[in-house]
Every structure is written in C-alpha cells, then in structure tokens.
C-alpha cells in the first residue's frame, strides 16, 4: 500500500516570507515517483515536479525548491519570498509502479496574505 | 503540443437529471485518460481511467459511468444525477502514471 501525508492543513504566511509544505510518503517499493501540484482558486491542477526515487538530489526553480530525503521519506516543497500569486492548495502525489495509481495527499492550502 | 479540453466550466442540474462531460486531449495519440472528483474537502478521487478505446476502469461504484468512444475522447456520465454527485471533476491525461498528470481545467457540477 503506498500513503501520501501532508500533515499541514492551511498554511498563512505574509508575503515575501518563506514557507515550507511538508510531504511525507510510505510505499515498499524501492522505484517510485513524486510529484507536487498547485492548484490556485481558478481550479486547474498545475503540475510543478517530478522526481523518481534513483535522484535524491534537491531542486530548485526560481523561488521554488524541493527537498528529497529518502531516509525520512519526505518530499518537502518551499517557496522563497513568497508571493500573493502563490496563494493555493498543494498537493503531493506518489506513484510506485504495478497495478497501483497515483496516491495524493489531501493537500495544504497555502494563503499568502499582502 | 498536447492540449487538454474540458467542458463545460460549471454546470448547475436539478437532481435526476442525466449528465454528460467529455473531455479531449489533441496532439498525442493512444493516452491513458482519467475522470477524477474533488468534494469540497479537496481531497482527490479517481473515478475512472482508461488505457484505450472502450476499455474503462472504475475505481469505485457509484452512480456515474464513462465511455471512450475515440482514441483521445472521454465522456463521464450519468442517467439520474444525486445531490451527493455535486463537485469539481477533473480529467486529466497522460502516457503512463510514472510522468504524472496532466488536467483539464475542471467542471464544477452543482446537483440541486
């Protein structure tokens, strides 16, 4: 069985600040995908990442990064200098392979208050 | 480039009534097409996905169906909508689940 946990139910920073959104995962597979997702308050799903359990390196795209830790099976997403844009749900996602689909979190709602 | 369209944007229907979504995906071929809801909660359910024409599965029972009668086309229905069948259904594709989603910008259905 695989579980995505986003223990942060809503999240309110003041712009310009930084904010980390939490993404704790469980599977037994040992060759898995991650993902993050935005979703501003239009409705689409907007995929942000994707990182397969072989790369633990961290990523960094403008004023985001991503924080992959196999050893404590997280997943961490922030975002530097946040801006009212910014303002969503995030998801975090896991696929592990087989017959499985993708697991999502039950996401974090960020507010990024002016 | 692949496009994905969804429609319609919302949808208001009196309890009873039948339902008809359908989604299109362009410049790809043979993609794994998936219908999911969002309650109000947030959380995301996968309804129904599909690998190829007339091949549907449902990932839980319940009172809508889907259909794919053409390579990039997928319909979400439903013969007697229910209050319960309210909320924000998603479609979205992909060529294999390890590349993750992409969405159709949404329907918001409203069962009164």
């Known amino acids: 069985a695989q579980r995505v946990t986003q223990a942060q139910t809503e999240i309110s920073v003041v712009e310009k600040e930084d904010v980390t959104l939490d993404c704790v995962y469980e599977?037994?597979?040992?060759?898995?995908?991650l993902f993050w997702y935005k979703q501003p308050p239009s409705g689409e799903l907007v995929f942000l990442i994707r990182?397969?359990?072989?790369?633990?390196q961290n990523e960094i795209s403008g004023r985001y990064s991503w924080n992959f830790q196999k050893s404590t099976s997280s997943f961490n997403f922030t975002i530097t200098a946040s801006q009212v844009v910014d303002s969503a749900v995030y998801f975090c996602a896991l696929y592990a392979g087989g017959y499985q689909k993708v697991t999502f979190g039950t996401g974090t709602k960020l507010q990024v208050i002016p | 480039s692949q496009t994905i369209h969804q429609w319609p944007a919302t949808l208001v229907q009196p309890v009873g009534s039948p339902l008809s979504l359908e989604c299109t995906v362009e410049?790809?071929?043979?993609?794994?097409l998936y219908w999911y809801r969002q309650a109000a909660g947030r959380g995301l359910q996968l309804l129904f996905y599909?690998?190829?024409?007339?091949?549907i599965s449902s990932e839980v029972p319940q009172n809508l169906s889907a259909s794919r009668p053409q390579d990039r086309q997928f319909i979400l229905s439903s013969k007697k909508l229910l209050l319960s069948d309210s909320g924000f259904y998603l479609c979205?594709?992909?060529?294999?689940?390890?590349?993750?989603?992409?969405f159709g910008s949404g329907t918001r259905l409203t069962v009164v």
């Open positions: 410049g790809t071929s043979n993609p794994n």
């Open positions: 599909s690998v190829g024409i007339g091949q």
């Open positions: 979205a594709w992909n060529e294999g689940e390890e590349y993750g989603y992409t």
């Open positions: 599977t037994r597979d040992t060759t898995y995908y």
């Open positions: 990182r397969n359990s072989f790369d633990e």
